[in-house]
T-cell receptor, first 113, second 112 residues
Framework: DAGVTQSPTHLIKTRGQHVTLRCSPISGHKSVSWYQQVLGQGPQFIFQYYEKEERGRGNFPDRFSARQFPNYSSELNVNALLLGDSALYLC????????????FGPGTRLTVT | DAKTTQPNSMESNEEEPVHLPCNHS???????IHWYRQLPSQGPEYVIH???SNVNNRMASLAIAEDRKSSTLILHRATLRDAAVYYC?????????????FGTGTRLQVTL
């Protein structure tokens, strides 16, 4: 069975640019969450979407936005990139709104120069 | 979110049991205790979760103190593939958002 997939694997952007990261959840999973993991730290929650609606938002600026599509895939958008946005961006899916087990993808490594 | 405290790092020999401790003295009655691990260059992976009773699955066991202020993840026979960062997380099941609040975790090293 295919797990959570994310694209691209790696990305290099310049300060001030915009980036779009993509996530495909496990087939049948309706909930997608996004996390940011800075080097040496644990992942930090950014957003959760369930049935195409935002169900949770972490403490991130409005430069960060996301959406979920009818096929339950999701995009994370970051505008006006800062050096501090350099991180591993992880997507996680689960079957329901509050299913216990989340399945994480391998992440997208974003480097902002 | 209630906070957890874990040792920064631990070492174990291969084939030996490993006990990874976690303190969560401010846990509330609706908080579940979740454990995830993150292998090098991978996303986190679910290990186990529990509320009050000890739990076992194919990967590990979770021992929860009677007062629920601490818990221990038990790997019965560590292998080199178990080398990872292990995160102990409290999750309030009441809310509509299902976020996980990760700390810095315990880095487990397994040696031959």
């Amino acid at each position: 069975d295919a797990g959570v997939t994310q694209s691209p694997t790696h990305l290099i952007k310049t300060r001030g640019q915009h980036v779009t990261l993509r996530c495909s959840p496990i087939s049948g999973h309706k909930s997608v969450s996004w996390y940011q993991q800075v080097l040496g730290q644990g992942p930090q929650f950014i957003f959760q979407y369930y049935e195409k609606e935002e169900r949770g938002r972490g403490n991130f600026p409005d430069r960060f936005s996301a959406r979920q599509f009818p096929n339950y895939s999701s995009e994370l958008n970051v505008n006006a990139l800062l050096l501090g946005d350099s991180a591993l961006y992880l997507c996680a899916s689960r079957w329901g709104q509050s299913s216990y087990e989340q399945y994480f993808g391998p992440g997208t490594r974003l480097t902002v120069t | 979110d209630a906070k957890t405290t874990q040792p920064n790092s631990m070492e174990s020999n291969e084939e030996e049991p490993v006990h990874l401790p976690c303190n969560h003295s401010t846990i509330s009655g609706t908080d579940y205790i979740h454990w995830y691990r993150q292998l090098p260059s991978q996303g986190p992976e679910y290990v186990i979760h529990g509320l009050t009773s000890n739990v076992n699955n194919r990967m590990a066991s979770l021992a929860i103190a009677e007062d629920r202020k601490s818990s221990t993840l038990i790997l019965h026979r560590a292998t080199l593939r178990d080398a990872a960062v292990y995160y102990c997380i409290l999750r309030d099941e009441r809310g509509t958002a299902s976020k996980l609040t990760f700390g810095t975790g315990t880095r487990l090293q397994v040696t031959l």
